[in-house]
């Protein structure tokens, strides 16, 4: 079966620190993309980064980065120099076969950034 | 670009009422999905498209229909409202080729009484 694991529902981090959310995936395909989403309490599903299951480099955007260990099935999110804005929702999706429009995704996790 | 549009914003229907959403994009995106929120929960997946006539199942489709007439518009109907079906519904496309992320809309949330 497909599916996306986030195990921490909430993480609190003290502004400018760093921050990793966990993921793991499970499929036994070969080609997917894994993607982490921001939402926040306004409710809207901001794209964050992308990594896919044959890119050799880990991916980064900015302040985010995707730890991806494909032995252990793990996506993590790194956030360096946490800002109070980084507050929300984090969602961790796979998309298997990067088949364009099936996003399978982790139940979340809540960050919490104090300044 | 406005996106990718979504109408209602909110709306209550009464249990056995049908509806539809709307969700349009501008951007000529190939692929088009409806996604649905319960609280606490990560999205799942309600019915997708790969083009225009083309449309497939996903994780949840029951008491969903969905048509794809047109590249830019992808509505999803309620036949029958449930109260289980009270959440927040996304709209998404996403370009085809290589370019991966998916783009959603504001999303509708739906209240059924």
């Known amino acids: 079966a497909q599916k996306i694991t986030q195990t921490q529902p909430g993480m609190f981090v003290q502004e400018k620190e760093a921050v990793t959310l966990d993921c793991t995936y499970d499929?036994?395909?070969?080609?997917?993309?894994l993607f982490w989403y921001k939402q926040p309490s306004s409710g809207e599903m901001i794209f964050l980064i992308y990594?896919?299951?044959?890119?050799?480099q880990n991916a980064t955007e900015g302040r985010y980065s995707l730890n991806f260990q494909k032995a252990r099935k793990s996506a993590n999110l790194v956030i360096s120099a946490s800002q109070l804005g980084d507050s929300a929702m984090y969602f961790c999706?796979?998309?298997?076969?990067?088949?364009?429009?099936?996003?399978?995704f982790g139940q979340g996790t809540e960050l919490s950034v104090k300044p | 670009n406005a996106g990718v549009t979504q109408t209602p914003k909110f709306q209550v229907l009464k249990t056995g009422q049908s509806m539809t959403l709307q969700c349009a994009q501008d951007m000529n995106h190939e692929y088009m999905s409806w996604y649905r929120q319960d609280p606490g929960m990560g999205l799942r997946l309600i019915h997708y498209?790969?083009?225009?006539?083309?449309?497939d199942q996903g994780e949840v489709p029951n008491g969903y229909n969905v048509s794809r007439s047109t590249t830019e518009d992808f509505p999803l109907r309620l036949l029958s409202a449930a109260p289980s079906q009270t959440s927040v519904y996304f709209c998404?496309?996403?370009?085809?080729?290589?370019?991966?992320?998916?783009?959603f809309g504001p999303g509708t949330r739906l209240t059924v009484t």
């Open positions: 499929t036994s395909d070969q080609s997917y993309g």
């Open positions: 498209s790969v083009g225009a006539g083309i449309t």
């Open positions: 998404a496309s996403r370009p085809g080729g290589e370019i991966y992320e998916q783009y």
């Open positions: 990594q896919g299951s044959y890119d050799e």
């Open positions: 999706a796979m998309d298997v076969n990067n088949q364009g429009g099936k996003l399978i």
